[in-house]
């Protein structure tokens, strides 16, 4: 008996071929893109920041009178002018005094606030927070009122430190936030170890986690200092001797309703930069590695 074998099974059809893509203009990649079309925005950029400080630069070089826009022949009348006559020396003094106690008291307050903020829990801990926040959107003039009465029943009117404790109490909010960020960032298992070496709580705080607070403490640190520095309005209400004011408020005493002499507040106002400009250029690297660190939640 024959038998017919069974056809066999077709082929699967073969799968169809991907459609071409769509005609596009395809975006370049970062490395693609001209140079001249980075670099112009920012040498732009950089005209225009840096022009105000060639003008300020050129009044306080160029002699009284002069009109030309190149700083030549180069005087420093205007620099002895300020520094002696207007008494910029004893200003100079004061700002430096003012802002090195407001960076050691905001510093080591803030520190101790952190660190309860960052490693204890307490009932009204949340509140605190919100009040801490909260105190940012209040300006610094409606303090002047109560500041100025609690100042004169104590009286610390026409005192630096009046001044000090006003710069530290208006700075201590925000580092106190930015110091428990930094604290929750440290490992808690870290002090828990030294601990169990035979530490105590402040022997371990001291050894194992304030060396790791540096970027945190030059930031905040430096940031009290220098808004202590530039701040006017404490000093002119709360001092009143001029032997006893500081640079800003002798910036504004160079300026009168007649007449302004540029070469001397030119003069002044590169004497009151200078000073923020080498700190900023020796802890730049701490300053941003510290606000990044402080601005991540632990």
């Known amino acids: 008996m024959i038998t017919k074998e069974a056809p066999a099974a077709a082929p699967a059809p073969a799968p169809a071929a991907p459609a071409p893509p769509r005609p596009g203009k395809k975006r370049p990649a970062w490395d693609e ?3 001249w079309q980075i670099y112009l925005p920012l040498g732009i950029y950089l005209v225009f920041t840096l022009i105000p400080f060639y ?7 160029r002699p009284a009178g002069s009109t030309s826009l190149v700083p030549w022949p180069m005087t420093t009348d205007h620099f ?6 207007r008494g910029f020396g004893t200003y100079f003094q004061n700002s430096v005094y003012v802002g090195l106690a407001t960076l050691v008291m905001t ?4 520190l101790a606030g952190g660190y309860a903020l960052a490693r204890f829990d307490f009932k009204i801990k949340r509140g605190f927070m919100l009040a801490l926040l909260c105190s940012q959107f209040v300006p610094g003039a409606l303090l002047l009122v109560p500041l100025f009465e609690i100042f004169a029943g104590l009286q610390m009117i026409n005192s630096l430190g009046s001044v000090i404790i006003a710069e530290t109490v208006f700075q201590l909010p925000l580092s106190i936030i930015l110091i428990s960020n930094f604290i929750k960032n440290v490992p808690y298992s870290l002090e828990e170890a ?6 105590g709580r402040f022997r371990a705080f001291r050894i194992v986690v304030l060396p790791l607070l540096r970027p945190g403490l030059i930031a905040v640190g430096s940031f009290a200092f220098v808004h202590s520095w530039n701040h006017f309005l404490f000093a002119l209400m709360f001092l009143n001797n001029q032997h006893k004011q500081t640079i800003p408020v002798g910036l504004n005493s160079l300026m009168s309703a007649d007449s302004v002499d540029l070469g001397a507040l030119a003069a002044g106002g590169i004497v009151a930069a200078v000073p923020v400009v080498i700190v900023f250029a020796f802890i730049q690297k701490w300053l941003i590695t510290g606000f990044s660190a402080g601005a991540v939640k632990g």
Do not use: M, N, Y
Request: net charge negative; hydrophobic share 60%; aromatic share 16%.
């Open 33 to 35: 893109v001209p140079r």
């Open 80 to 85: 002895e002018k300020v520094w002696t006559d």
């Open 55 to 61: 003008w300020i630069l050129l009044f306080a070089v």
């Open 194 to 199: 030294a601990w169990v070496d035979g530490c």
């Open 107 to 110: 510093t080591l307050v803030a």
